[in-house]
């Protein structure tokens, strides 16, 4: 099957610093998506991709499809505190089926 | 809008007994999905419904997993018997339509199994 390789695993940042975490697959998909999850909840949806090339906005967060379709990066700029947790990428090949990257896992210092 | 709602939200159990797992997804969404989250790792598919039909289960441990959505809205999730290995938050999420690359899938908080 596909593989995600999401990285960094883990990254430890000050506040007010820029973050960056990319996701890169063997295979292509359709559907690029990025999620963060909290401790004790559910995945969230933060920015969807639906074509190769597209760069999309959310806030701070900005996040890229790759034009081989079989990468995408999240950019999180002037990190605050909330910012904290776990970010996964998630990749769509049809119908809705995730597959989803490992996390990267971020820390914000004060 | 209420969420998805999942029950228990914690559950220990030992190797070998049953365990069963409740959702409830967001009013009128046709699709539901049960997910695997072991430590470390991100949300795996289980199993994939729409409606009261099964649309993917491919990822399902069927000799021990099995799933319902009887009546096209809540679902249950169950382990017969439990494996050590199975310790992990099972994630149930919902979308509204029919499981288009599209259709965004709304998470319930899960439910996190330790078997002992």
């Known amino acids: 099957g596909q593989q995600l390789n999401q990285s960094p695993q883990s990254m430890f940042i000050q506040e007010g610093e820029d973050v960056s975490m990319n996701c890169t697959s063997s295979?292509?998909?359709?559907?690029w998506l990025w999620y963060k999850q909290d401790p004790g909840e559910g995945p969230v949806l933060l920015i969807a991709?639906?074509?190769?090339?597209e760069l999309t906005s959310n806030g701070r967060l900005t996040a890229q499809f790759g034009i081989t379709r079989k990468d995408s990066f999240l950019n999180i700029s002037a990190s605050i505190p909330s910012d904290v947790g776990i970010y996964f990428c998630?990749?769509?090949?049809?119908?809705?089926?995730?597959?989803f990257g490992a996390g990267t896992q971020v820390v914000v210092t004060p | 809008e209420a969420g998805v709602a999942q029950s228990p939200r914690y559950k220990i159990i030992e190797k070998r007994q049953s365990v069963a797992f409740w959702c409830n997804p967001i009013s009128g969404h046709a699709t539901l999905y049960w997910y695997q989250q072991i430590l470390g790792q991100g949300p795996k598919l289980l199993i994939q419904f729409q409606n009261n039909g099964v649309v993917d289960d491919s990822q399902l441990p069927k000799d021990r997993f099995s799933a319902e959505r009887l009546k096209g809205v809540d679902s249950t999730l169950k382990i017969q018997p439990a494996k050590l290995e199975d310790s992990a938050v099972y994630l149930c999420a919902s979308s509204p339509l029919r499981g288009a690359s599209t259709d965004t899938q709304y998470f319930g908080p899960g439910t996190r199994l330790t078997v002992l």
């Open positions: 991709l639906y074509k190769a090339g």
């Open positions: 295979s292509i998909f359709n559907t």
């Open positions: 998630a990749g769509d090949d049809s119908w809705g089926k995730l597959q």
